[in-house]
């Protein structure tokens, strides 16, 4: 890139074009040269806005997280209308976009990136995982309050399941991501002991 040319957001320029990487080449294909020829600027453009890569890697990491904060109030704002199972699909859907399946696996990758990610959100997991559990416990919760759940489910323990059974369903990047029936049948797998049939 010729010198005194400016970027227009520069970071955020940075992040589209590693999230390209992550979904044309992996977590394995992520690294500092791929994402600025990937962005078309010279190497020392990430440097003037990051410490390090695992700087950049926590910075992208983050913005995800901060998305899911949007998809809480929303899915929260949900409750008590609707069915359960439908909300917590549609919610599944959204939190597994492509993009976000490829930063749970590069979270995974690099035990530098998880060091660093729980230095500033000391919670026990993996990150963005750990805060996707977090937002559905909180969704079961209000249900629970509002009588559509069973007042003794444990809603943490169905969150974990939800997570794990979703993050397992979307995790091949090969075959790509499910039918909406398949996160469906898992949903209602999850919550038929704690949920009202008719509120399923």
Same mark, same amino acid.
């Given at each position: 890139?010729?010198?005194?040319? +400016? ?9 589209? !074009? ?8 992996? =977590? ?6 791929? %994402? ?21 890697? %926590? ?31 549609? +919610? ?5 976009? &492509?993009?976000?399946? =490829?930063?749970?696996?590069? @979270? @995974? ?23 996707? +559990?977090?937002?559905?416990? /909180? ?9 559509? @759940? /069973? !007042?003794? !489910?444990? %809603? ?6 939800? @997570?794990? +059974? !979703?993050?397992?369903?979307? /995790? ?5 991501? &499910?039918?909406?029936? /398949? ?18």
């Amino acid at each position: 890139m010729p010198t005194g040319v +400016a970027l227009r957001d520069a970071r955020r320029q940075l992040f589209d !074009a590693a999230e390209r990487v992550l979904l044309r080449d992996g =977590a394995n294909g992520l690294t500092s040269r791929a %994402v600025t020829e990937e962005a078309g600027v010279a190497k020392g453009v990430l440097h003037r806005h990051f410490a390090d890569f695992d700087d950049f890697l %926590v910075e992208l990491v983050r913005e995800r997280i901060a998305r899911l904060d949007v998809s809480a109030a929303d899915l929260r704002g949900s409750a008590g209308t609707g069915t359960v199972a439908g909300h917590l699909t549609a +919610a599944l859907i959204d939190l597994f976009d &492509p993009v976000t399946a =490829a930063v749970v696996s590069l @979270i @995974i990758f690099r035990d530098e990136l998880r060091t660093r990610l729980r230095q500033t959100r000391p919670a026990p997991g993996v990150p963005v995982l750990t805060q996707a +559990a977090g937002m559905i416990s /909180a969704y079961l919760r209000d249900e629970c309050e509002m009588g559509r @759940i /069973a !007042a003794d !489910a444990d %809603v943490d323990a169905l969150a974990f399941s939800l @997570i794990g +059974a !979703a993050h397992l369903l979307f /995790a091949d990047r090969e075959a790509g991501p &499910p039918d909406p029936e /398949a996160v469906d049948r898992v949903v209602n797998a999850v919550m038929a002991d704690v949920v009202q049939r008719r509120l399923l």
